[in-house]
């Protein structure tokens, strides 16, 4: 059955039944508002430990399943408008690294894997305006790359700005 599937119609069928997963999970959120946080201890050495936080609340839950539920109408639309593409398969791994990109972004809350998050959303995007590879989209992909690289100088500023004022814990 799954070799006639197309492996865009796939990871629409992913994103899509993970939006649909996501929705009641959503609804509990937004009507009791809670918030949880999952902490996973990746490295434990000596004093030094690295873990992993995600936070689930209302926002995050809401924002993923939204991305998620646009990814994979793209998805769905792109099995069948880009069907004659040869390079299918790397538009699908770039939409999917975008996704992988956007919950990192949205869920993790440790602002190494922010930043990760951040610049991984923009040279995806890059790389997903440039897709069709002429002069036309050099050039947005150029102005993608200049938005991008002055969100990085106001999330710098805003953490300046966050430390200066003792807001920073």
């Known amino acids: 059955m799954f070799s006639k599937l197309k492996s865009s119609s796939i990871s629409a069928l992913f994103l899509l039944t993970y939006s649909l997963i996501l929705t009641p999970w959503t609804c509990f959120f937004v009507m009791n508002q809670p918030i949880y946080l999952l902490e996973w201890n ?27 539920l646009i ?33 990192m972004l949205v869920f993790i809350s440790s602002l190494p894997a922010i930043l990760l998050g951040w610049d991984g959303l923009g040279i995806v995007s890059f790389a997903l305006v440039i897709y069709y590879q002429n002069m036309k989209s050099l050039g947005a992909g150029m102005l993608t790359v200049l938005a991008n690289r002055i969100g990085d100088v106001m999330i710098l500023i805003s953490i300046g700005i966050l430390v200066l004022q003792g807001h920073w814990i």
Do not use: A, E, Q
């Not at 050495?45 to 399943?65: A, E, G, H, R, V």
């Not at 639309?77 to 919950?103: A, C, E, G, Q, T």
């Open 71 to 103: 990814s994979g109408c793209v998805m769905l639309f792109s099995s069948s408008y880009m069907s004659h593409d040869p390079f299918l398969k790397r538009f699908i791994w770039l939409v999917m690294l975008f996704v992988l990109s956007m919950n």
């Open 42 to 68: 990746i490295i434990n050495i000596s004093s030094c430990t690295m873990t992993l936080t995600i936070i689930l609340d209302m926002i995050s839950l809401s924002f993923s399943n939204v991305v998620c």
